[in-house]
């Protein structure tokens, strides 16, 4: 069965520190890669997306993730969070069949403090 | 992008009674999905809302606890049916373009049940 599985329960950073969210998934054919975030409070926000092309990809806020198709990987970064990055973060993969949704990992909780 | 609103928002119920979430999406869309996100736990894919014909469920729900509705390409309702306390958790509504497009989501319905 395909499963996305997110290595970071929580992770608790200073302002300014580097951030790197683990992501790996299992799934043997062509994948649409997702990371979601959920800032407290709010609804889900697409914070960026890997279709094909440059496996580097960037989405808002300055984060960026880079898909490596050999480690089915695709881990999130940023390079100096603030405070208002505080929030839980969801990796999703969709598998290119017809009609399929997007698998969902157990989420990272980013905690900031300033 | 898709924007997809819900209602109600919240509810708090009573064991043993149905609620219905409607989620309204400003375009037409291919693919509209249902999830759950119980407290502190990532997205569970309830089922696929296919239009003009029966939803998609996935392994662990049925069609007589969480039936779904999909009249036309911009609207679906999910009813919770003879709830209990562990259908306490917050219901989304996704949907998107085509099988390989991105997924939006609705600010999601908190239910609470006594």
């Known amino acids: 069965a395909q499963s996305v599985s997110q290595h970071n329960h929580h992770v608790i950073l200073s302002e300014a520190a580097s951030l790197e969210l683990g992501c790996n998934y299992s799934y043997g054919g062509t994948v649409n890669l997702f990371w979601y975030v959920q800032y407290p409070g709010q609804h889900l926000q697409l914070l960026l997306k890997y279709f094909s092309g440059d496996p580097l990809v960037k989405g808002i806020k300055g984060f960026e993730a880079e898909f490596i198709k050999s480690k089915f990987s695709f881990n999130l970064r940023k390079p100096s969070v603030q405070w208002s990055d505080t929030a839980e973060y969801f990796c999703a993969v969709k598998p290119h069949q017809a009609g399929t949704a997007l698998i969902f990992g157990k989420g990272t909780t980013l905690s900031v403090s300033s | 992008s898709a924007v997809i609103s819900q209602k109600p928002s919240r509810d708090i119920c009573q064991r043993g009674t149905s609620l219905t979430i409607q989620c309204q999406v400003d375009s037409q869309v291919t693919m509209m999905f249902w999830y759950r996100q119980q407290p502190g736990q990532s997205l569970t894919l309830i089922a696929t809302a296919n239009q003009g014909s029966e939803a998609t469920y996935e392994s662990g729900f049925v069609i007589d606890k969480f039936p779904i509705s999909r009249p036309n390409l911009t609207f679906s309702t999910l009813t919770v049916s003879n709830m209990s306390p562990e259908d306490s958790s917050i219901y989304l509504c996704?949907?998107?373009?085509?099988?390989?497009?991105?997924?939006?989501f609705g600010p999601g319905t908190r239910l609470t049940v006594l």
């Open positions: 996704s949907a998107g373009r085509d099988s390989t497009d991105t997924q939006y």
